[in-house]
């Protein structure tokens, strides 16, 4: 009985993996998601290839780069003067942010400029800026590759759990769409960031989000496409009509038109992808 008097015969969402080899999975999961070269935030940084989306770039981050770089200036030189020090760890760190935003904010302050027009340190700054960004971009390739052969479809962890119970199995059917586990949470999140980044929208379908996020990796890379559509469809509890059984997609399409459906994903990215 909820708050509301009303009942429902559906089951809560299983957000605990049941089995310790799901928990395992789950675990996996998680830490790629968490792991350096998945950094969405670092890979904003990053995230220009040429000089027109350099330009572009530069005028989302040149305001917020600014501000931080003075405000740990500001720290940093409150701290020389003041009575009271913080630990040496601290202001080590405080310098080595700042130097982080000083490179970054330097490229961005040039970004008005084609590459051809720079001399000298600008030149090698946009140089090794753009090979960071090819190298970063790169590595993430890695991190999908290994995150799709994880997502069992169209859920990390599908649509059903196993427990066991000494000698003992049972599958536990719960209704379609409400079995999702912490692993999708992270992994929506992390996608939404992912899929902002290549320029894709919240209001797309599956196949046309990782298209984008493939062709903004570049270099003719594609995901494995092994999973049925009316399957991914079926499991989520979405219609499947007019879908060929032999269609088939990535995992991580699955889980975006699987995930997207739900109203949580509605609210949170009402007003688009962030």
Known sequence: MSRTHTTSSAPAPALTPATIAFSTASNKVIELLHSEPADPNALLYVNAKDDASLRQLAQQLLPFLTSKGDALEKL?????TSQIHVSEKTAQFWELKKLAVVSILDVMQDADKDTAQLEGPAAKKREDYFRTAQVSWAALKEVLIQLHKEIIGPYVLGTHHINIDHLMMHVIKQNAGDQISVADLHLAAWLARIAKL????????????????E??????FSLPKDFSVAEARRRAGLPSTNVS???????FAAF?????ERPSWKKV???GLH
């Open 256 to 260: 975006w038109d699987a995930i997207r």
């Open 215 to 220: 062709a903004h990796i570049g270099g003719s």
């Open 245 to 251: 059984p032999t269609e088939r997609q990535s995992r």
């Open 269 to 271: 990215y009402a007003d």
């Open 76 to 80: 940093i030189e409150e701290n020389k």
């Open 198 to 213: 290549s320029s894709a929208t919240g209001f797309e379908e599956g196949n046309d989000v990782v298209n984008k996020i």
